[in-house]
T-cell receptor, first 116, second 114 residues
Framework: DTEVTQTPKHLVMGMTNKKSLKCEQH?????MYWYKQKAKKPPELMFV???????INESVPSRFSPECPNSSLLNLHLHALQPEDSALYLC???????????????FGNGTRLTVT | KQEVTQIPAALSVPEGENLVLNCSFT??????LQWFRQDPGKGLTSLLL?????REQTSGRLNASLDKSSGRSTLYIAASQPGDSATYLC?????????????FGKGTLLTVNP
């Protein structure tokens, strides 16, 4: 069992829908990440939160909107997506950016998103 | 820009065989290197993390080595089992201004045949 929990496991949405992906961890980690993974490709970093503040946005389109309500939760709000946004969206956490550069990343099992 | 290469892209072995997966990276200024396992349609499971000051890490049948100066790491799997079948990814975390970012290789797809 993974210590990072993502919901839902699967999501199908139309291009006009608004949906949200959720991620939760209770390891006391202060850095949380969103990654996107296309089939047979490595994960690509999207966003990094450190102490509940957005630290890094890897030039992600505005139709993806992250939110960190508290230190245990991370959301990714989706609106007006395109079919090419279909992918596995992975959440990860680590101890922290400045205090724990050598701490490992712990990944969730991801949300399989299909945009129709 | 850091680039990570994994060789081979795919590997098929009979059960019980010992095997080695290779990972190379272009910029030796790293904090650490992490090996992950990914089952189809699933997330990544961390296997081993080697800090830049370390030479190797072991967990059970897995042993990972790091030669930072030459930009190489290997993952050794002893006595392989069908349950080891998965994609294995290595990722390096850069030092300097990019201490947040993991750069992944494309992975090695391992199949262990019973």
């Amino acid at each position: 069992d993974t210590e990072v929990t993502q919901t839902p496991k699967h999501l199908v949405m139309g291009m006009t829908n608004k949906k949200s992906l959720k991620c939760e961890q209770h390891m006391g980690h202060r850095a949380m990440y969103w990654y996107k993974q296309k089939a047979k490709k490595p994960p690509e970093l999207m966003f990094v939160y450190s102490y509940e503040k957005l630290s890094i946005n890897e030039s992600v389109p505005s139709r993806f909107s992250p939110e960190c309500p508290n230190s245990s939760l991370l959301n990714l709000h989706l609106h007006a997506l395109q079919p090419e946004d279909s992918a596995l969206y992975l959440c990860a956490s680590s101890q922290g950016l400045s205090r724990g550069p050598n701490s490992p990343l712990h990944f969730g099992n991801g949300t399989r998103l299909t945009v129709t | 820009k850091q680039e990570v290469t994994q060789i081979p892209a795919a590997l098929s072995v009979p059960e019980g065989e010992n095997l080695v997966l290779n990972c190379s990276f272009t910029d030796s200024a790293i904090y650490n290197l992490q090996w992950f396992r990914q089952d189809p349609g699933k997330g990544l499971t961390s296997l081993l993390l080697i800090q830049s000051s370390q030479r190797e890490q072991t967990s059970g049948r897995l042993n990972a080595s790091l030669d930072k100066s030459s930009g190489r790491s290997t993952l050794y799997i002893a006595a392989s089992q069908p349950g080891d079948s998965a994609t294995y990814l290595c990722a390096v975390k850069g030092s300097g201004g990019s201490n947040y970012k993991l750069t992944f290789g494309k992975g090695t797809l391992l199949t262990v045949n019973p």
